[in-house]
């Protein structure tokens, strides 16, 4: 029994000691499995976490992609709308007018009329280097291409050409206000606002040419000038229809001037001589004799009195180099220019 | 000692039993913490896959994102170039002229030299409509504004004008080659290449206009055209440099026809006839002559015969109603008119 219980004591002892290594095993084993498992799942939980933020990062960024080619394709649409068949052509103005007509209320309906009518071409130097004038001196008139800039309609019409309504018949000033189709008229509003006229050559200049007889208002972008050619311009033999046919219809009996405006254009030719086109307030003067001497007003100021009750102390605004030149025209069509001052906002008188 | 040893006996089976157990719950504890970890090793691979495919979509959006905002950005910015300061008009023509020159080679350098030059200007009818024209018929002639769409450097021109280099002089055939500032003449390479002619209006159709006299080219995009107004078109007082004046530089002095070309005529009429702006083979014949009544040859044709050892022997060719008329011009100035055929490549008779 001794050997016995010693043998038993062997096995109690063995037992126990791999109990405890097993233990002792299993609790290490165990502590590092779930070590491990902490670990993974803390990785899990970074790994969740990066998926996450980079799954919502590539959202949007792909909400950016689908929105900048959106984008991308409305700015091509629009373009290659532009360019359709290569039918829309960019054209970019040689230069600007600098005219002594402020506003197209009392610019001239037609080129020459008023000699004194001066302007000068300013031209754009990336477009035309100075070389490229030489020559042009030696004609005695040329021709102006350029853009009705102040028709109201234009922005509409070159913007938005789907938007734009096109009348395809204007009223006629001559006709008393009866419609013709635009292309029998040289009406500014047309399908393609360009306008055509002829000016007398006075001076070529570096960077701009010096005119005369002018049609234009000041600010009018000039598109391209051409030398008058007599042998193909000039047709002798050219005819129109009646009611185009020249006359008086539009001259007026005499211009005079008024005590105040003598008394007023001392002062205000101070104001305006720097940068005029004129070299004294006589020339300007003349000017104003030579564009009252056709009546300048639109059908409606001349059928429409503002005051009706007095229609011959009706006053009339004319703005030339900047000055406001008011007058009054009578019964018998004779004019009298009453005053000239600094308008207070040309916008104002531009109108009326 | 029996005590002692059923003591031991049971401390060793409960050691034994303890030992199982812990060795059965410690195995089974690792089974489980083994089997998660595997579980939780296969996610984190699951997740490190979805991650990096995630991320590499997300990088493949940003790419996309950040090619169409560039895109974006170079297109805005070019329709921002192409508004430049408002300074920039799209213009869009109001037809297209079927002229019968079908090439620019022989087609008249001015208007009017040639009565029998027959043109049809087709109107784009979304932008004239036919009251638009009601009253032009009543005119004898009219302006023709149009593009020198043919220009071989348009497009650099118009689609990168930065990168266009204008000439400020163009070589004048007048004056053999003397070159003279651009706006001194009626060059088409101008800055704005925008053509300005004369015509006579033959008849107004619903959406077309006849006209003769032309000097257009087929295919010419029209931007206006206006009615002739003797009172401010016709100045009887312009007056041009001497090199200008009309002159007889460039008359022949006869035009004959030889016997192929009188065979050849009647087969190839019958080709064009149907579409053709001429009624028979023999007014066709007259437009031949009358064409061929100035010497068309380029400064390059006349200064370098592509033949110097017989200069006499070079046949010349014109396209006149999509045919190939060929010619021959002896030293007195002298033209046979060889031959006339259906061209086989218009291209290749046009530059010849």
Known sequence: ?????????????????????????????????????????????????????????????RRGRVKAQQALREALAQSESQDLHNTIYPMRPIGTIRSCFSTRNGTPRQPLLVSLARACL?????????ASLEGLGEYSHCWIIYVFHLNTDIEKLWRKPSQSKLKAKVRVPRLNGERKGVFATRSPHRPCPIGLTVAKV??????????????????????DIKPYLPYSDSIQEATVPDWVKEDCL?????????????????????????????????????????????????????????????????????????????????????????????????????GT
Chains 1, 2 share one sequence.
């Open 1 to 61: 029994m001794a050997i016995a219980g010693h043998t038993n004591n062997y096995t109690t002892a063995a037992l126990a000691f791999t109990l405890a290594v097993v233990s002792a095993s299993a609790a290490v084993s165990l502590y590092r499995w779930r070590r491990r498992g902490e670990d993974l799942e803390c990785r899990i939980k970074e790994l969740e976490k990066s998926l996450g933020s980079t799954m919502e990062k590539s959202a949007s960024e």
């Open 122 to 130: 300013n031209f754009d130097p990336a477009l035309v280097p100075p």
């Open 202 to 223: 006075e001076e070529i200049q570096k960077d701009k040419v010096l005119l005369s007889g002018v049609d234009l208002v000041d600010g009018t972008p000039v598109l």
């Open 250 to 350: 539009l001259a007026v009996a005499s211009v005079s001037f008024s005590d105040t405006f003598c008394s007023s254009i001392t002062s205000c030719w101070k104001l305006i001589e720097k940068n005029s086109l004129y070299s004294s307030a006589d020339e300007f003067k003349s000017l104003i004799t030579q564009v009252l001497s056709w009546d300048i007003r639109s059908m409606s100021q001349r059928n429409k009195p503002q005051d009706t009750s007095d229609a011959d102390s009706i006053v009339y605004h004319l703005v030339l180099e900047g000055l406001d030149v008011s007058y009054m025209i009578d019964n018998e069509r004779k004019i009298l220019v009453q005053d000239v001052s600094l308008p207070n906002n040309l916008e104002d008188v531009a």
